[in-house]
């Protein structure tokens, strides 16, 4: 704990670059991939349409074309990204829609070639909670033998009436056990939460990030709502039935939520992308650089405040 409270002192919180330097030795490169699956919230299984946040690609407008096979994304992802990363190491991240939504033996056939690559160091999958049958977690496990697995579950919120209003399609209880199953066997859970969703006040929002600490996640993934073209939200946007956050609200909502987890929590993302041309609201979200400047900015006052009161 000594290294990380250290790593959080001079950082003001325990970055995915702080972790992946300190567990790797180096840093690592995120390739956002594509395993060619759906979503029980848009195949009809639990409902139609996903999430009502949700764009046309499922979370994962980045990921790369997955009429490609793994071996051609990856490398597609590598020629994306290699004026900003010249190592050798990275993260294959399964992230659009549910990744986890097929037979296993599909999922091995996906899973096992991607792992077994010398240039992959962290096999991550972005999935649903009610989608962790006894056969995919055996599957897992198995894989996380041979490298590190995490597995990123979408809460977004604790709360029953705002789960019901975006369409999740199972209860907090779900995630909980997912969380406890995947701990159990191995895996890093990386859990994400959207700041900002409607009707939600600062307390609600507060009792999210605290109980995804109390949960057990490895690491946790902050984003703020992104109104997008294209989806229900925007039509309830447009209705006026809810208001986004502002800047000063978000990067104090940031700032508190940091505070309340466990010194140990991974912070993967403070804040994350919307896609330009989609983005409704809030429009000062859209310069991520300043967003993220800013959040430090008040982390590190919060820390000068605090290590006055503590000389006092």
Same mark, same amino acid.
């Given at each position: 704990?000594?290294?990380?409270?250290?790593?959080?002192?001079?950082?003001?919180?325990?970055?995915?670059? &702080?972790?992946?330097?300190?567990?790797?030795?180096?840093?690592?490169?995120?390739?956002?991939?594509?395993?060619?699956?759906?979503?029980?919230?848009?195949?009809?299984?639990?409902?139609?349409?996903?999430?009502? %946040? =949700?764009?046309?690609?499922?979370?994962?407008? %980045?990921?790369?074309?997955?009429?490609?096979?793994?071996?051609?994304?990856?490398? !597609? !992802? *590598?020629?994306? /990204?290699?004026? *900003?990363?010249? +190592?050798?190491?990275?993260?294959?991240?399964?992230? !659009?829609?549910?990744?986890?939504?097929?037979?296993?033996?599909?999922?091995?056939?996906?899973?096992?070639?991607?792992?077994?690559?010398?240039?992959?160091?962290?096999?991550?999958?972005?999935?649903?909670?009610? =989608?962790?049958?006894?056969?995919?977690?055996?599957?897992?496990?198995?894989?996380?033998?041979?490298?590190? /697995?995490?597995?990123?579950?979408?809460?977004?919120?604790? $709360?029953?009436?705002?789960?019901?209003?975006?369409?999740?399609?199972?209860?907090?209880?779900?995630?909980?056990?997912?969380?406890?199953?995947?701990?159990?066997?191995?895996? &890093?859970?990386?859990?994400?939460?959207?700041?900002?969703?409607?009707?939600?006040?600062?307390?609600?929002?507060?009792?999210?990030?605290?109980?995804? +600490?109390?949960?057990? &996640?490895?690491?946790?993934?902050?984003?703020?709502? $992104? /109104?997008?073209?294209?989806?229900?939200? #925007?039509?309830?946007?447009?209705?006026?039935?809810?208001?986004?956050?502002?800047?000063?609200?978000?990067?104090?909502?940031? #700032?508190?939520?940091?505070?309340?987890?466990?010194?140990?929590?991974?912070? $993967?993302?403070?804040?994350?992308? +919307?896609?330009?041309?989609?983005?409704? !609201?809030?429009?000062?979200?859209?310069?991520?650089?300043?967003?993220?400047?800013?959040?430090?900015?008040?982390? *590190?006052?919060?820390?000068?405040?605090?290590?006055?009161?503590?000389?006092?």
């Amino acid at each position: 704990m000594d290294d990380i409270t250290k790593l959080r002192g001079g950082r003001r919180y325990y970055s995915l670059d &702080s972790y992946l330097k300190n567990t790797f030795g180096k840093k690592l490169y995120k390739l956002s991939l594509s395993g060619g699956m759906s979503c029980p919230n848009r195949d009809g299984k639990i409902s139609f349409g996903g999430c009502i %946040f =949700c764009s046309s690609g499922g979370s994962g407008d %980045f990921a790369c074309d997955c009429s490609d096979d793994t071996d051609r994304q990856i490398e !597609a !992802a *590598k020629e994306l /990204v290699k004026n *900003k990363f010249d +190592g050798e190491s990275y993260i294959a991240y399964f992230q !659009a829609y549910t990744n986890t939504y097929a037979p296993v033996g599909y999922l091995e056939r996906l899973f096992r070639p991607v792992i077994m690559r010398d240039d992959i160091a962290v096999l991550s999958i972005a999935t649903r909670p009610d =989608c962790l049958e006894d056969d995919k977690l055996e599957l897992l496990a198995g894989l996380a033998e041979i490298k590190p /697995v995490w597995v990123e579950l979408g809460l977004q919120t604790i $709360h029953p009436k705002t789960a019901e209003l975006i369409n999740r399609g199972y209860d907090t209880e779900c995630y909980d056990e997912a969380v406890k199953k995947l701990r159990s066997i191995g895996i &890093s859970v990386i859990t994400h939460m959207i700041i900002g969703l409607p009707h939600e006040s600062r307390d609600d929002i507060l009792k999210t990030a605290e109980h995804i +600490g109390k949960t057990g &996640s490895d690491g946790i993934k902050l984003q703020l709502l $992104h /109104v997008l073209e294209n989806t229900r939200l #925007a039509e309830m946007y447009r209705r006026g039935e809810f208001d986004v956050l502002s800047e000063n609200e978000y990067i104090s909502l940031v #700032a508190d939520i940091i505070s309340i987890l466990p010194e140990n929590t991974v912070i $993967h993302r403070l804040t994350g992308d +919307g896609n330009k041309k989609e983005l409704i !609201a809030p429009k000062w979200s859209g310069d991520k650089r300043r967003v993220l400047n800013l959040i430090n900015h008040e982390l *590190k006052i919060r820390n000068i405040i605090q290590g006055c009161r503590k000389s006092e």
